[in-house]
């Protein structure tokens, strides 16, 4: 049971540098979310994806872009890395039916640092 | 808006000491879900309980408890008895499909429990 999947998990960006933290989920969920974790501050929610080809923004979402072509796949890039993009990145699904909500599955995290 | 309060930023117990970790939530829907999740020093992300807004019956799973109280908005995390390998970070969370929120989970900013042996 591979579960959520997230690569790399660690990675180390010069500021302006652009990279794609991959992630992808064997649960068939149609909900996909991308989380940050700072120390002290919980997770903030980046980006969310209802569906294959639909995306929205989160709490925190500049400095970065998603996009959701496959059921499976939600890529997060960030574009010119700044060092406030350091951070534990963390990549969810969850399955919604209706008014049904299930919890949420996370990946192992990729820690990233920009210097 | 939503938003969770764990005002407890950290707390230090001695193994066997109960100890309660305290949530606090705001929404102004009706329906929404509640959340705890585990994050062990190793840093993954387990889920604990889900609590759906119509059900305020507490719910006991081995040395957990969970205390739903809709009249104060809170839903409290208990471990009885603890352990060493509860040392972890706790985090609560909500969420609902208010104002186009769409399910998004929530999250306080958690609680460190550390149990010393």
């Known amino acids: 049971n591979a579960g959520v999947t997230q690569t790399p998990k660690f990675r180390i960006l010069k500021i302006g540098q652009s990279m794609t933290l991959q992630c992808t989920q064997d649960?068939?969920?149609?909900?996909m979310y991308w989380y940050r974790q700072d120390p002290g501050m919980g997770l903030k929610l980046i980006y969310y994806?209802?569906?294959?080809?639909?995306?929205d923004k989160g709490e925190v979402p500049n400095g970065y872009n998603v996009s959701r072509s496959t059921t499976e796949d939600f890529p997060l890039r960030l574009e010119l890395a700044a060092p406030s993009q350091t951070s534990v990145y963390f990549c969810?699904?969850?399955?919604?039916?209706?008014?049904?909500?299930?919890?949420?599955?996370f990946g192992e995290g990729s820690r990233l640092t920009v210097l | 808006a939503q938003k969770v309060t764990q005002a407890q930023t950290e707390i230090s117990v001695v193994e066997k000491e109960d100890v309660t970790l305290d949530c606090v939530y705001e929404?102004?829907?009706?329906?929404?879900?509640l959340f705890w999740y585990k994050q062990p020093p190793s840093g993954e992300l387990v889920f604990l309980i889900r609590?759906?807004?119509?059900?305020?019956q507490n719910e006991i799973s081995g040395r957990y408890s969970w205390n739903f109280q809709k009249s104060t908005s809170s839903f409290n995390f208990t471990i009885t008895a603890s352990q060493v390998v509860d040392s972890a970070v706790y985090f609560c969370?909500?969420?609902?499909?208010?104002?186009?929120?769409?399910?998004?989970?929530?999250f306080g900013k958690g609680t460190l429990l550390t149990v010393n042996p």
């Open positions: 649960m068939n969920h149609n909900y």
């Open positions: 969370a909500l969420t609902s499909n208010s104002g186009g929120s769409n399910y998004k989970l929530t």
């Open positions: 994806s209802v569906g294959a080809g639909i995306t």
């Open positions: 929404t102004r829907d009706t329906t929404y879900y």
């Open positions: 609590r759906n807004s119509f059900d305020e």
């Open positions: 969810a699904s969850s399955y919604m039916a209706g008014m049904s909500t299930g919890e949420l599955f």
